[in-house]
């Protein structure tokens, strides 16, 4: 048993694409310029990203705490957290404000 079904064999495909080859209609010849093309671009697209570097690993540093400290460090240490992320705010709505009045937004 072949890997092709019993009425196509390689000889009736050569046949059928030489047929296909000697028709005058346009579209046809459309059709296989794209049944060509668009596999080639996805294999390039596919080999173009091969080639790329993976990302390199990512180091987070995360702060560890004695489990004993008091409740006051830690009400302390969010007051301070929580003032850096004010500033962090500030600074970004400055920096928009300053934008929209650039660009004449109100």
Not at 13 to 37: M, P, S
Request: hydrophobic fraction near 40%; charged fraction near 30%.
């Amino acid at each position: 048993m072949g890997a092709l079904p019993r009425p196509s064999g390689p000889r009736a495909v050569w046949r059928d694409f030489k047929a296909f080859l000697n028709t005058e209609q346009r579209y046809r010849w459309i059709g296989l310029a794209l049944a060509i093309f668009m596999p080639a671009l996805m294999l390039a697209g596919f080999y173009v990203d091969s080639k790329k570097d993976p990302p390199k690993p990512q180091t987070i540093f995360v702060q560890s705490w004695p489990a004993d400290r008091p409740d006051s460090v830690i009400i302390e240490q969010n007051r301070i957290d929580q003032a850096k992320k004010e500033a962090r705010l500030a600074e970004r709505q400055r920096q928009f404000k300053k934008l929209a009045k650039d660009l004449g937004i109100e």
